[in-house]
């Protein structure tokens, strides 16, 4: 009678098989990942167009930009109308990130987040659009009005929006000598100024220095004022502080208006004086 044997694959062999395939594995995973988000960006930047062309067509048709003055409900106006502007798109990018919209008079933008990485590549695929925030892989996209300059959001809006980034400059402003006038509240961390500083209020935390300093307006001589430690100077021009909640005079400009053994006149306690050498005197 005649044995048949059965073979088979080792344990060893099993292992050193699976290792393999383990291998071709992560090797082909990245690759994957990377057709992945390929395929991502340009379907996101595919449907980013198509909000862009639908809101211009939309502006052209009706006058205005979908939702204005704010635009952020743009995709709901645009996929309401009928027929609808816009079909198929969701409030969600490839990226499973909100697509949020904005407008100014004659500016449409679309914001979103791609991934670190990828942002790029998706501005690369659409004209207009620049990276905001490389920290949060945020980008927008801007189309302007037909006929309009172009809106490119390196120009600030006249007029305030709902998206902060538009009303923000991240860059040093340049006047070429011009004025800004108008301002309110002036929030900074230093101001620098070659030439003079008039205020009606001055107010800093730190210590404020200047090569001259001109005092506007007067005040009287024995009136009272607060808080101590203010400087200012009578209709005349002779110096005042403000000392003991009242305004004193404190020094005598002009040399020679005192001499030896003269008294204090009008001068304050503490105030000093030259004679005509120049020898200071205090009053006491």
Partial sequence: MRSHRQSGFSLLELAISIAIMAMMTAATVPNFMEEINER?????AQETQSILDAARAYRADKGSWP???LCASALTVLQSTSPPFIGGIT????YKSPVTTSCTVNTFSVDQNIIKDWEGVVANLLPGTTVVSPTTSL???????PGSEVGLNDKLSRTAQANAELNRMRTTLLMG?????????LSTVSVTASGPISAQTLTSSGRASVGDL???GSNTESATCSPNGLVSKTAAGTPLNCTNGRWVKQVAYNPGTVTTGQGC???????????SSGKMFICK
């Fill in 214 to 216: 001109a005092i506007l």
């Fill in 40 to 44: 991502r960006a340009v379907l996101t």
């Fill in 265 to 275: 006149g009008d001068f304050a306690k503490g105030s000093i004086a030259f004679d």
């Fill in 91 to 94: 409030a969600l990018n490839k």
């Fill in 67 to 69: 939702g204005t003055p």
């Fill in 177 to 185: 000598n011009n004025n800004i006038n108008e301002v309110n509240n």
């Fill in 139 to 145: 980008i927008r996209s801007t189309v302007s009005a």
